[in-house]
C-alpha cells in the first residue's frame, strides 16, 4: 500500500503554529516548556498544548510533542509523567531521543506512538531495524543521507521514515556534537545548544606551527540552511513519508512561507500538475538564507555546502510577508476553515433543532424554549441565514443551510445564535479527539525504579583504546585487563598479545563500504576479539545479526540515565560506557540499578564533533569529494577559535573529527569513581604526548598508589564529572 505523504511543519509559538496549520501543513512538531531540544523558543504550558491539540485534530493535522533531549534518573520520571499527560490529552506522537525514554514509555504507556529523533543517529537499515521490536511509529533518519542511501534503507525495512528537507543544518551528526557542551557548559543532547559551529575560526598547520596563511577567519563550520525542494518528488517516489521543515526558532512568516512552497511541491507530484513553485521559493528564501543547498541528498562538486558566514539574511520583501501572514497566524484565520453544514428545522409550538456536520462529525442541538408565531416579526430566512453564518469566532464556514420551517414561525436572535454556538462548539469537541485511548494518569516514580538489587564492589579495571598499530607496545597485561582496537588496524597483529580481554572498536559512524569491511573480516574478528565497543544503534543491530561477539556499548550512546542501560541490556549489550556528558551523581545511581559492566572515559582528548564535511576542502577547493586519503591537510590541521585554543582535526574515512584541546581526565580523583562502583576506567591514547606515564598514573590511581602528579595546571578538564550539565 502507498504510504502516505505527510508535510511536517516546526512551531516554537502559538503564532508559528496557526501559520503551519493554515498554511497547509499536515503535522506540526513542538515542544512543552521542558524536556525538548529548543529549549530557547517559546514552548508550550499543558493549557496551550491542550489547544494546540484539540485545535491542530479539528483541522485534520497531527502533533507531534517533542522529548527529545538525554535525561537522567533524577528528571526522567517527571518526562515519563509528561508523556502520560500527553498520551491523555491525545497527542499523535512523541519524538524521543532518549532510548532509556523509549524504553519506558513503551513499559508504561504503549499506546502512545513514539517518533525517533535524528538525536538518535540513525543513518542506516541497521539503526532503523534496531527498533523493530519496540514498533516506533517512523524513523528521522540523519541529514547527512543522500538518496541512494535512503533508497537502500527503505528497501530493506518497513518502518515509515522520516527526512528534513528544509532549514538550518547542524554540522556535525545530530545526537554526536559536545563542542557546545564542553565550551560553555550547554549540551546540544540538553536543548541548549550555544551555536560554536556558528563561530569564527582559523586553521593551525601543526607540522609548520603557524596559522595558514592567506585564509581570512571565519565561520569555517557552519554550513548553509536546506532545500531539498528539487529532489522532493523522488524522495516521495521513494517511499519516504514524512518531510519535515526545520525551525522553530523562527517566526510564522518563515513557517507560512516554506510551508506553501513545499505544500505546492507536494500536491504538483501527486496529482500530476505542474504549476510553477519559483515565486514560492523566493518568498520563503526571503523569509531567513545563509545560501541554499541541496548537498547532502545530490553531492556535487558545483554544491558548496559551507556558508562562510553564521547569520541569515532576509529578503527586501519580508515585510510584505509578515503582513500577508498575520491572518494565517491567528486562532480564526480565514484561511483552512472547515466546511459547515446546516439543517434548522423551526416548527410552531416545538423547540427549535439545528443539525451540524463538518463532514466528519455530527450534532444535533435544540433550543431551550419552543417556536412561536409572528407575523409581524417572522424568523425569515435572510434573518436565519444571518445568525447561522456568524462564523468569524470559530474555524468554520458555512458552505450549506437547509431550512425548514413553519409560515410565520418566530425564534429570537439570541436563541439562534445559541444553537450556532452549541453546535459549533459540539463539533469541534468531537473533533479535538482521535484517538480514544484509555486514559494513564499519573505514573508513580516507585513504579518507575523498581529494580532489583544489582551487582556491588567492583574491583576497578584499566581498559585501553589504542589508535595505532605501533601502540600495541603499550598494551602491558598486568595493567591493563582491556584493550580496545580499532577495526581499521590489522586485527591480526593483536592476536598473539597476552591481554585479559580485547575488544574490536567500532566508531560511531560507519559507512557502507565500513559495513562490508566488517562483514568481510567477521570470522578473524571472532578469532582475535572476546567483544566489541559499538557507539552507533546500527552498528549494534549490525553485530546482533551477524556475529557472536559480546557487545560494550560505548561513550557515544549518551548513556546518563538507569533505562537506557537496561534497554540496552536487553537488547543484548553485556556493558556500556557512560556518555561524556554524565557527572559522578549519575554514574553512582546508574550503576546502583544496572547489573551490566560500566566503565568511564577516565582520560582522552573528548572527539567534539563528527561531521561529513570538510572545512579544510576550503584551504583545498575540493568540494569534500576526493580522495581524502592523500590530502596533505587530513590529519595536520587545527582550529583556533577566538580565545586562541586549538582544536585538533582529522578527516579519516570521509568524516571529519574534531577534538577538544585539553584531555578529558579523573586522574587525582579516581576514588570517587570508585566509590561510585564503576568495573573500568578507559585510557584513549589519541593525542596523547606521553601515553605510558597517563597509563601508570592511571594504573597508580584506581589502584590506590599515590604516584607524582601528572598533570599541569589549566592543561585538562574534569569536563561535566563533577558538576551538574546544563
Known amino acids: 500500500m502507498k504510504k502516505q505523504t505527510e508535510l511536517l511543519a516546526p512551531a516554537g509559538s502559538m503564532e508559528s503554529f496557526y501559520a503551519a496549520v493554515n498554511s497547509g501543513a499536515d503535522s506540526v512538531y513542538l515542544g512543552g516548556k521542558l524536556f525538548n531540544a529548543r529549549q530557547n523558543s517559546q514552548n508550550f504550558d499543558n493549557e496551550e498544548m491542550k489547544h494546540i491539540i484539540r485545535y491542530a485534530h479539528n483541522k485534520g493535522v497531527k502533533v507531534y510533542v517533542t522529548l527529545n533531549i538525554v535525561l537522567k534518573d533524577t528528571e526522567i520520571a517527571d518526562a515519563l509523567n509528561y508523556a502520560a499527560f500527553l498520551h491523555d490529552n491525545d497527542a499523535d506522537a512523541v519524538i524521543v531521543q532518549d532510548l532509556g525514554m523509549l524504553f519506558l514509555i513503551k513499559r508504561f504507556i504503549p499506546g502512545l506512538n513514539v517518533n525517533m529523533s535524528t538525536q538518535a543517529s540513525v543513518y542506516d537499515e541497521f539503526g532503523v531495524r534496531f527498533f523493530d521490536e519496540f514498533h516506533v511509529n517512523k524513523v528521522i533518519m540523519a541529514r547527512e543521507l543522500s538518496v541512494e542511501n ?54 593551525y598547520d601543526r607540522q609548520r606551527k603557524s596559522e595558514v596563511e592567506d585564509f581570512e577567519t571565519m565561520p569555517v563550520l557552519s554550513l548553509k540552511d536546506f532545500n531539498a525542494g528539487a529532489s522532493l518528488g523522488e524522495l516521495i517516489d521513494l517511499g519516504i513519508s514524512t518531510f519535515k521543515i526545520e525551525g522553530r526558532m523562527k517566526g510564522p512568516e518563515y513557517t507560512s512561507a516554506v510551508v506553501e512552497y513545499y505544500r505546492q511541491i507536494i500536491d504538483n507530484h501527486l496529482s500530476g500538475r505542474k504549476e510553477d513553485t519559483a515565486a514560492l521559493e523566493k518568498k520563503a528564501i526571503s523569509t531567513f538564507s545563509r545560501g541554499y543547498t541541496n548537498g547532502y541528498l545530490k553531492p556535487s562538486k558545483e554544491d558548496e555546502m559551507f556558508a562562510r558566514t553564521s547569520s541569515g539574511v532576509k529578503g527586501d520583501d519580508i515585510e510584505d510577508i509578515q503582513e500577508e501572514t498575520k491572518d494565517k497566524a491567528t486562532e480564526f484565520s480565514a484561511f483552512r476553515r472547515n466546511k459547515l453544514r446546516f439543517e434548522i428545522i423551526l416548527k410552531i409550538g416545538e423547540k427549535a433543532v439545528l443539525k451540524a456536520t463538518d463532514g466528519s462529525n455530527h450534532t444535533v442541538v435544540n433550543s431551550a424554549e419552543a417556536c412561536e408565531t409572528s407575523i409581524k416579526n417572522p424568523a425569515t430566512e435572510e434573518i436565519i441565514k444571518e445568525q447561522l453564518g456568524k462564523l468569524g469566532n470559530t474555524i468554520y464556514e458555512l458552505e450549506d443551510l437547509k431550512i425548514i420551517k413553519d409560515e410565520d414561525v418566530f425564534l429570537r436572535k439570541s436563541t439562534l445564535n445559541q444553537l450556532r454556538r452549541e453546535a459549533t462548539e459540539a463539533l469541534y469537541q468531537a473533533g479535538a479527539i482521535v484517538h480514544q485511548r484509555k486514559e494513564i494518569g499519573a505514573i508513580p516514580h516507585s513504579s518507575i525504579f523498581a529494580f532489583t538489587s544489582a551487582k556491588k564492589n567492583p574491583k576497578p579495571k584499566l581498559s585501553l583504546k589504542i589508535n595505532s598499530a605501533d601502540e600495541i607496545s603499550l598494551i602491558d597485561s598486568m595493567k591493563v585487563k582491556r584493550v580496545y582496537m580499532p577495526f581499521q588496524l590489522d586485527a591480526a597483529s593483536l592476536k598473539n598479545i597476552e591481554v585479559d580481554e580485547k575488544y574490536l572498536w567500532i566508531p560511531n559512524i560507519v559507512s557502507v563500504s565500513d559495513y562490508k569491511v566488517l562483514a568481510e573480516n567477521m570470522k578473524l574478528y571472532e578469532e582475535v576479539f572476546g567483544g566489541v565497543c559499538i557507539n552507533n544503534i546500527g552498528t549494534l543491530q549490525f553485530f546482533k545479526e551477524n556475529s557472536s561477539l559480546r557487545i560494550h556499548c560505548g561513550p557515544f550512546f549518551n548513556v546518563i540515565n538507569s533505562f537506557s542501560a537496561e534497554l540496552l541490556r536487553k537488547k543484548g549489550a553485556e556493558g556500556f560506557t557512560f556518555s561524556i556528558e554524565a557527572n559522578i551523581r549519575d554514574m553512582e545511581s546508574i550503576t546502583i540499578n544496572t547489573s551490566l559492566n560500566t566503565e568511564v572515559v577516565a582520560h582522552a582528548y573528548a572527539q567534539l564533533m563528527v561531521m561529513k564535511n570538510c572545512p579544510m576542502s576550503m584551504l583545498k577547493n575540493c568540494k569534500n569529494l576526493q580522495d581524502c586519503d592523500k590530502c596533505q591537510y587530513k590529519d595536520s590541521i587545527s582550529l583556533k577559535d577566538r580565545k586562541g585554543v586549538y582544536f585538533n582535526v582529522e578527516r579519516d574515512r570521509r568524516l571529519t573529527h574534531i577534538y577538544n584541546s585539553v584531555p578529558l581526565t579523573i586522574l587525582d580523583r579516581a576514588d570517587d569513581f570508585i566509590r561510585a562502583g564503576i568495573d573500568y576506567f578507559m585510557v584513549d591514547t589519541k593525542y596523547l604526548e606521553e601515553p605510558e606515564e597517563i597509563i601508570d598514573a592511571m594504573y597508580c590511581s584506581i589502584n590506590g598508589v599515590r604516584t607524582p602528579a601528572v598533570l599541569r595546571e589549566n592543561s585538562f578538564t574534569r569536563g561535566h564529572y563533577l558538576k551538574n550539565i546544563l
Do not use: W
Open 150 to 203: 535512503l533508497r537502500e534503507t527503505i528497501k530493506n525495512t518497513d518502518t515509515d521514515l522520516e527526512v528534513f528537507i528544509h532549514g538550518a543544518l547542524c554540522t556535525c551528526y545530530s545526537g554526536q556534537c559536545y563542542m557546545s557542551s564542553f565550551l560553555g557548559g550547554r549540551s546540544g543532547n540538553r536543548g541548549k545548544c550555544a551555536q560554536p559551529c556558528r563561530l569564527s575560526y582559523s586553521f
